[in-house]
Structures are given as structure tokens and as C-alpha cells.
């Protein structure tokens, strides 16, 4: 069953999704993204990013730009090795949400639904929703708008550091990443906190 609008209907509005995109890979930013839809102009065929194609995926992203309002959020490799992958993730979400209610003109959201089990320290009134990006509609958009907004950012570093395939594996651990990174070493994109990265930094 595709997510719905019934978590969204229970809360005064702008109810606002959150998601993010990238705690896992071992290299490029984390980014969350906060999405407010206007039930009026859904598009058709949103649902949990990881179940699109990438070509419906981002013809979805493009149409949720036009007729939601959109907040984007990014911790850097820097900070997610300062403070670590969940609170750098925590940070990257609050950061959308304030994007996203400066952009709206709004003092407080009705609600934050966060996909996950825990919601970041703020002021906003929020609650957290397990899978919530297969069963609300507002964070399976933003899940949709993180991933293609990580993506591009990883295409881009891709072409700084050529040879760790980031345009295909976006950063996640492949075995065609992990013998590159094992062949040519870290880049000043890789999160050296995270193990295989920290290993190769052992070995130089």
C-alpha cells in the first residue's frame, strides 16, 4: 500500500516530512530534507524513495519543487566525523526544517513527522514515524528530495575524485569502492570515522 496522507491529517497545518539521505556511505555529506505538501496538487506516484527507479525518481522531485515547499539540510563529512553519523544526521534535519519555516514565512509548524524511531532536539513539535517513508506521503517527498539532492552532490565529487565510482555507488561501500579506496587511499571526502576508512588511514 503507498503512503498516505492520514498521519498529516491529524495535525493542524503546515505539517511538515523529514527525511534524509546518506547516514551509511563512507564518503560525501549527509542531507535531510523538509517537506510541507499542498494536499490540493500531490503529485502522482510518491512513495518511499528506495521503491522509485532514479528516472522516476527524480521526474517526482522536480514536480514536488513546483508545488510543495522545500527545506534542505547538509552536515558535512567534517561534522559527521566531529560529532558522529546520528547526531551529524539530527543536525542535517534540523537544519532542513529551519530552511524550510524561513522559506514559509511561519513561526511553528502544526507538526514534524521524522521517518525513523527519534527526532532531534528542537523546539518543534514533532513526532518520530518507523518507516514512515512507506507510510506517509509528506516524508516519502522528502525522502524523494534527499536522495536526489545527495546524489547530485556525490555525481559532482565523483568528478573531484575520480576512480571510487561515487556517481554509481554514491559513496556506500562497494567492493569497487572499497578497492579503490584500498588502491589510491582516502580523500578529504572519505568520513574517517568510519571503519574502513579509518583502517586505510591505519595503513599509510
Given at each position: 500500500m503507498p503512503p498516505t496522507l492520514d498521519h498529516e491529517s491529524l495535525h493542524a497545518a503546515p505539517v511538515v516530512g523529514v527525511d534524509e539521505a546518506g547516514?551509511?556511505?563512507?564518503?560525501?555529506?549527509?542531507?535531510?530534507?523538509a517537506v510541507v505538501l499542498d494536499c490540493a496538487r500531490v503529485p502522482v506516484g510518491i512513495d518511499d524513495s528506495k521503491k522509485l527507479s532514479a528516472q522516476k525518481r527524480a521526474r517526482i522531485a522536480t514536480e514536488i519543487r513546483c508545488v510543495a515547499h522545500v527545506g534542505i539540510g547538509i552536515a558535512s563529512v567534517e561534522e559527521i566525523d566531529e560529532i558522529n553519523i546520528l547526531w551529524a544526521t539530527m543536525l542535517a534535519m534540523t537544519r532542513a526544517v529551519d530552511a524550510l519555516i524561513a522559506t514559509m514565512g511561519v513561526d511553528m509548524p502544526g507538526m514534524v513527522l521524522v521517518d525513523g524511531n527519534r527526532c532531534p532536539r528542537w523546539s518543534y513539535p514533532s513526532r518520530s514515524l518507523v518507516g514512515g517513508d512507506a507510510l506517509c506521503l509528506?516524508?516519502?517527498?522528502?525522502?524523494?528530495?534527499?536522495?536526489?539532492?545527495?546524489?547530485?552532490?556525490?555525481?559532482?565529487?565523483?568528478?573531484e575524485?575520480?576512480?571510487?565510482?561515487?556517481?554509481?555507488?554514491?559513496?556506500?561501500?562497494?567492493?569497487?569502492?572499497?578497492?579503490?579506496?584500498?588502491?589510491?587511499?582516502?580523500?578529504?571526502?572519505?568520513?574517517?570515522?568510519?571503519?574502513?576508512?579509518?583502517?586505510?588511514l591505519l595503513s599509510i
Open positions: 547516514r551509511g556511505p563512507l564518503a560525501g555529506p549527509v542531507v535531510a530534507a509528506s516524508i516519502a517527498a522528502a525522502s524523494i528530495i534527499a536522495k536526489e539532492e545527495r546524489d547530485a552532490m556525490m555525481r559532482a565529487l565523483d568528478g575524485h575520480p576512480g571510487y565510482g561515487w556517481a554509481s555507488n554514491k559513496g556506500y561501500g562497494s567492493a569497487a569502492h572499497l578497492e579503490a579506496l584500498a588502491r589510491l587511499g582516502p580523500t578529504p571526502a572519505h568520513r574517517r570515522s568510519f571503519a574502513p576508512v579509518a583502517q586505510q
